[in-house]
Each structure stands twice: as C-alpha cells, then as structure tokens.
C-alpha cells in the first residue's frame, strides 16, 4: 500500500502559538507541539471515501500525526498508514512499536467497530463518548459493556443523551480522561504509550444527526487535554454530515493541533458560498434542550470510576 501512498511535508517545525492571542489566556500551559507529521494522499482518500459508501459523507481530508517520538523513527512508515478512515490499522501500526495504545473517540456514534477488534486485549483501552438511545445506530456503548477475558475493563463506554453542549461533555470528558486531581482517570490507569483519537465531528450542532450540541471549541478542549500528556498521538477524523460545520470543526482543530490562530472570516474559496449566511468560522450551540440528566451522569462516571480501578 505505501507505493500508492505519497506524503508531503513530513519535514519537522516549529509552531509556536502567538502570544497575542485572545481569549486564551487561561491556558497558558498549552504549548502546540515540537513536530507535526502531516500525511496526505488524494488518492487514498478517494479510495477510502469510496469504500465507506455513505453518501455525503465527509472523510477527514488529511490525517495529522502529532509526533514527539513518531517523527524520528516511523518517519518512512507514517506514509503507509490507512490513517484516513481506519482506526484499526493505525492501532495495530503504533502497536508495533508502542506497547499500550488508548483510542479515544468522540465520534456521536459509538466506536463498535474499533471496541470490538481490541475487546479482548488488555494492550489497547478503547474510550467512547457517544449517544446511545434507543433505535440509534449502531445500537451498542452501554456503560455495561467493558470488554471480554483479558480485555475485560479495558474497553470504556460513555453514554450520552441528546443535546449536550460543550461545558457539560469537556466535565465528562475531564473526569474520565484527565484530571492531576483524580487518581483513577484513564490515562494514570491504562498508562498508555500512544494514543489514537476519532475526532468525529457529527456531533456539531447543526449537524443533520440533530443529537448533540456541540461546537468546535468543545471538542478542541478535549484534544487539548489529550495533546498535553505529550504522547505520541495520531489524531483521526470521522463522521460529520453538515459539510460545512465539519470543515469548520477540522479546521479548528487542525490550528489547535497546529497552536496557530486563525481568523473568524472564512476566506474566498470556491466553496465560499456553503458557509452563508455568516461566513465565519464559528458554531453557535442551538437552542435545543440538553436531555442529560445530571444524576444518571454522575451515575455514569462513578461506575466507570469504579471498574477503572480492576485495570492494572
Ligand atoms: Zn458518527
């Protein structure tokens, strides 16, 4: 496959972050990283959005490996990687060199295919945030479901209602994935070496999912988050079927991933027109009611809290 494949701007920079930049002020610690792969193939990504067959899907039009460690050693082999649509493979290629690898997927839909592959393993944790309802593809994610024999507690399921906006889900998010101040979040737990994170952007309000309520600034707090443990990590799009919000929600992140600012007018393109009637790179949350109950969510979290404690 790596004949197919070409790559451009693999070459190693630096990006620092303007030190003028608004509204980030409290964020002082967040340093963009050292090294940024940057994989790009037209072609494979026609091959891939040809096999997903759904229409009007937008696939993530490049794939970014954020690598401290990856850039020095799997240079030659980042170009080869199904990075595009397949989080599998690209689990199984960092597993050749890293020895615990966490998946992290903030995709609306649950990640059953990527659960499924590694439930039974304890060298990969898989983490899902995702709706889960009655009648709602694909149907699986119940907190219940942890993983099978030596996989067992090490597949983590976050199940979510309709509606939820960006503070409330980055408070789910932080409690499960970070926090100095919690001993048994998932990274002090599984300890990873690498990460892989499905940034699905279905969950934009907006999108034609009608479910969430996010916006662009919700999930680049959850990337950040994952950023700042300094792994190896190798960032993945996914769903997202309000083309031009999903543009707006990668493109984000790419300047988050990047620690560049970009302006909030979107340039003249040729697709300029698909971003009226604003024109501007921001989401505005809808006014739909958040449909999580606190309670449940607490609820939630204390049995993941619970089960992460058997991971050794
Ligand atoms: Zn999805």
């Not at 050292?34 to 994989?39: D, E, I, Q």
């Not at 290629?93 to 659960?115: A, F």
């Amino acid at each position: 496959k790596s004949e197919r494949v070409s790559s451009r701007g693999q070459e190693e920079r630096s990006y620092r972050r303007p030190s003028s930049e608004p509204g980030r002020a409290g964020r002082a610690r967040w340093r963009p990283p050292a090294g940024v792969a940057y994989v790009f193939s037209q072609e494979y990504i026609e091959t891939c959005d040809s096999l997903s067959k759904v229409p009007n899907r937008a696939s993530m039009v490049h794939s970014l490996i954020e690598a401290y460690g990856l850039l020095n050693q799997m240079r030659d082999q980042a170009s080869g990687f199904c990075y595009v649509n397949d989080a599998v493979l690209g689990i199984l290629k960092l597993r050749e060199k890293y020895d615990r690898v966490l998946y992290v997927d903030v995709d609306l839909h649950h990640g059953d295919g990527v659960e499924e592959a590694f439930s039974f393993t304890s060298k990969v944790m898989t983490v899902s945030f995702h709706k889960f309802s009655p009648g709602f593809f694909p149907g699986t994610g119940d907190v219940t479901n942890i993983g099978l024999c030596k996989g067992r507690w090490y597949t983590v399921n976050v199940p979510l209602e309709d509606g939820i906006q960006d503070d409330r889900y980055y408070q789910i998010f932080n409690r499960q994935c970070h926090g100095t101040m919690l001993k048994w979040n998932v990274r002090a737990h599984f300890n990873p070496d690498a990460v892989v994170m499905q940034l699905g952007a279905d969950t934009m309000a907006g999108d034609p999912m009608c479910s969430f309520n996010m916006t662009p600034l919700g999930v680049a707090k959850c990337l950040r988050h994952v950023l700042q443990w300094r792994l190896p990590t190798l960032l993945l799009g996914g769903g997202g079927y309000n083309l031009a919000n999903t543009a707006r929600c990668w493109t984000h992140l790419t300047a988050v991933l990047l620690g560049q600012n970009l302006a909030s007018e979107i340039p003249d393109h040729e697709f300029f027109t698909e971003y009226g009637p604003d024109y501007s790179l921001e989401i505005s949350p809808s006014c739909r009611p958040d449909r999580n109950d606190g309670k449940h969510l607490d609820q939630v979290v204390a049995t993941i809290k619970r089960n992460l404690r058997n991971v050794v």
